[in-house]
């Protein structure tokens, strides 16, 4: 989940270590001797060389030919390492949008793009998200946010140290999952997570807006406080992203237990949850996970649409038409039951937030993308019968 101390956890397939009981790829303890299967030592280097020496004879006279290879083939992606997967899913990932910027007179504004038609060469670019920046004033009301939570930092200490790196242990506590029965499940939040990070450091750094630390010095942040911008916020971007993601795969595995919303609900609750933190510990507004929140579930959207082809969601946040004197409440920006967001976000009448859908979808497909997605579908189908 969000890495905003430095997002180190973007270490590859580097064994998961956010479960500290897996070793990851580790598992090959009968190659442990040649550092690596693959001989990526000087002593197997040598060992494999001399070997050779003994068991080649002469030259073959004739040899068989393999087949040729599948040109752009996603077959082949079952036989690439984790590393170079990885690579694909962002090579398909990161050209889908554009991040710009812009001043008006409410205030800075960033735009993410959908880029649509890639595939055929006609490409053009439509809003998919667009953020306004609050105020300073809005920011110094939410501030007696930040001072109230800060009287529950001792409950919330283990939680909130937790989620700095990597936060799938606490996904996975509602759905069962781990790197030897979800590899593909875990492979696209990693994906998805290494891509929302461009996304949300450009939107950051584009509207510039303060943490709360430089309000005052009796906000005393519990951790250190991350240099990039406040909003939106990153870890509640990537929360909600992350736990849409989780519910649509669910959903898609047709498992009977999967299809009541109240598996929905607690990923949603989750997403709150390390949101919320991040205010408790000092170094975001309430504000900054409204915003993270919208972005985070468009971006799901976004990612699935590359999958399918399908719909995909255009949304908005005005930050100073939102009121100041509101916490965060996911409850009015997404519906569980229905998988969408609210047209229209508010607060006793006036609009911060829309989200519009566009039901027809585009056709475009990712073969590569479509290919991780369904391998991450079947590891939630369940099995088994009456017995």
Same mark, same amino acid.
């Given at each position: 989940?969000?890495?905003?101390?430095?997002?180190?956890?973007?270490?590859?397939?580097s064994?998961?270590?956010?479960?500290?009981?897996?070793?990851?790829?580790s598992?090959y303890s009968?190659?442990s *001797?040649?550092?690596?299967?693959? $001989?990526? %030592?000087?002593?197997? *280097?040598l060992?494999?060389?001399?070997?050779? +020496?003994?068991?080649?004879?002469?030259?073959?006279?004739?040899i068989t030919?393999?087949?040729?290879g599948?040109?752009?083939?996603?077959?082949?992606?079952?036989?690439?390492?984790?590393?170079?997967?990885?690579? #694909?899913?962002q090579?398909?990932?990161?050209?889908?949008?554009?991040?710009?910027?812009?001043?008006s007179?409410? !205030?800075p504004?960033?735009?993410?793009w959908r880029?649509?038609g890639?595939k055929q060469?006609?490409e =053009?670019?439509?809003?998919?998200?667009?953020?306004?920046?609050?105020?300073?004033?809005q920011?110094?009301?939410q501030?007696d946010?930040?001072?109230?939570?800060?009287?529950? =930092?001792?409950?919330?200490?283990?939680?909130?140290? *937790?989620q700095?790196?990597l936060?799938?242990?606490f996904?996975?506590? @509602?759905?069962?999952m781990?790197p030897?029965r979800t590899?593909?499940?875990? *492979?696209?939040?990693?994906?998805?997570?290494?891509? /929302?990070?461009?996304?949300?450091? =450009?939107?950051?750094?584009?509207?510039?807006?303060?943490r709360?630390?430089e309000f005052?010095?009796?906000?005393?942040?519990m951790?250190?406080t991350?240099?990039h911008a406040?909003?939106? /916020?990153?870890?509640?971007?990537?929360?909600?992203?992350?736990?849409?993601?989780l519910w649509?795969?669910?959903?898609?595995?047709?498992?009977?237990?999967?299809?009541?919303?109240?598996? $929905?609900?607690?990923?949603m609750?989750?997403?709150s949850?390390? &949101?919320?933190?991040?205010t408790?510990?000092?170094v975001?507004?309430p504000?900054?996970s409204?915003?993270? &929140?919208i972005?985070g579930?468009?971006?799901?959207?976004?990612?699935?649409a590359?999958?399918? $082809?399908t719909?995909?969601?255009? /949304?908005?946040?005005?930050?100073?038409?939102?009121?100041?004197?509101?916490?965060?409440?996911?409850?009015? @920006?997404?519906?569980v039951?229905?998988?969408m967001?609210?047209? =229209?976000?508010?607060?006793?009448?006036?609009?911060w $937030?829309? %989200?519009?859908? +566009?039901?027809?979808?585009t056709?475009?497909?990712s073969?590569? #993308? /479509?290919w991780?997605?369904d391998?991450?579908?079947?590891?939630?189908?369940?099995?088994?019968g009456? !017995?």
């Amino acid at each position: 989940m969000p890495r905003e101390s430095g997002y180190s956890g973007y270490s590859g397939y580097s064994g998961y270590s956010g479960y500290s009981g897996y070793s990851g790829y580790s598992g090959y303890s009968g190659y442990s *001797a040649f550092g690596g299967f693959g $001989g990526e %030592s000087p002593d197997a *280097a040598l060992a494999l060389t001399t070997n050779r +020496d003994g068991i080649v004879s002469s030259k073959l006279d004739k040899i068989t030919f393999p087949a040729p290879g599948g040109w752009d083939d996603p077959e082949t992606i079952k036989r690439l390492s984790p590393e170079v997967r990885a690579a #694909l899913y962002q090579s398909e990932l990161a050209p889908s949008v554009e991040v710009t910027a812009s001043l008006s007179e409410a !205030g800075p504004t960033t735009t993410v793009w959908r880029r649509m038609g890639r595939k055929q060469g006609g490409e =053009r670019e439509v809003k998919m998200v667009e953020m306004t920046a609050p105020d300073i004033t809005q920011l110094a009301t939410q501030l007696d946010y930040v001072m109230g939570y800060a009287q529950i =930092r001792t409950d919330r200490l283990a939680e909130v140290t *937790a989620q700095i790196g990597l936060s799938e242990p606490f996904y996975a506590t @509602i759905g069962y999952m781990g790197p030897d029965r979800t590899p593909y499940t875990l *492979a696209l939040l990693d994906a998805a997570a290494a891509f /929302s990070f461009t996304v949300i450091q =450009r939107t950051k750094f584009s509207l510039g807006v303060k943490r709360p630390i430089e309000f005052s010095p009796q906000v005393q942040p519990m951790i250190p406080t991350p240099t990039h911008a406040t909003l939106p /916020s990153g870890h509640a971007t990537e929360a909600f992203m992350i736990a849409r993601l989780l519910w649509k795969l669910l959903l898609a595995s047709k498992a009977p237990q999967y299809q009541e919303s109240y598996w $929905g609900e607690m990923l949603m609750r989750q997403a709150s949850r390390i &949101a919320i933190n991040r205010t408790v510990a000092g170094v975001h507004f309430p504000v900054d996970s409204v915003a993270g &929140a919208i972005l985070g579930l468009t971006l799901a959207q976004h990612i699935e649409a590359e999958v399918k $082809g399908t719909q995909w969601t255009s /949304s908005s946040f005005d930050g100073p038409a939102f009121s100041a004197k509101e916490d965060f409440n996911w409850t009015q @920006i997404y519906d569980v039951s229905d998988d969408m967001m609210f047209p =229209r976000m508010e607060h006793d009448g006036c609009v911060w $937030g829309t %989200s519009v859908a +566009d039901r027809k979808g585009t056709g475009q497909v990712s073969p590569i #993308l /479509s290919w991780l997605w369904d391998k991450a579908v079947s590891e939630w189908a369940d099995i088994g019968g009456a !017995g």
